[in-house]
């Protein structure tokens, strides 16, 4: 049975910091990535990361801010997140994937159901 269990998620004032965990079971992923959804919107994905931790991309809004950092001894990614804004507020969610092809191209296949942030 596989399971993506985020956690971390917070409400946060604007300038704060947040480190966001997901703990991955059942599945060995070879990449791994952070997205985040706003009622309404669109799924963004914002950061990706393959096994080796040799490949790493970040969406544009969150580059420079936020970072994505794995522990494969615990199965556990984490989304490390700097300078939080007020347009950073969503729910964000890990996903797992065979092989990375970069945020756009790359086949998910499991999701978990998601860490609520709130930057105000």
């Known amino acids: 049975h596989v399971q993506l269990v985020e956690s971390g998620g917070d409400s946060v004032q604007s300038g704060g910091s947040l480190r966001l965990s997901c703990s991955v079971s059942g599945y060995t992923y070879n990449c791994i990535g952070w997205f985040r959804q706003v009622p309404g919107q669109e799924r963004e994905g914002i950061a990706v990361?393959?096994?080796?931790?040799?490949?790493?991309y970040y969406s544009d809004p969150v580059k420079g801010r936020f970072t994505i950092s794995q522990d494969n001894t615990k199965s556990t990614v984490y989304l490390q997140m700097n300078s939080l804004k007020p347009e950073d507020t969503a729910m964000y969610y890990c996903a797992a994937a065979g092989s990375c092809l970069g945020l756009e191209s790359t086949a998910w296949i499991y999701r978990g159901q998601g860490t609520q942030v709130t930057v105000s």
């Open positions: 990361n393959n096994r080796e931790g040799t490949s790493t």
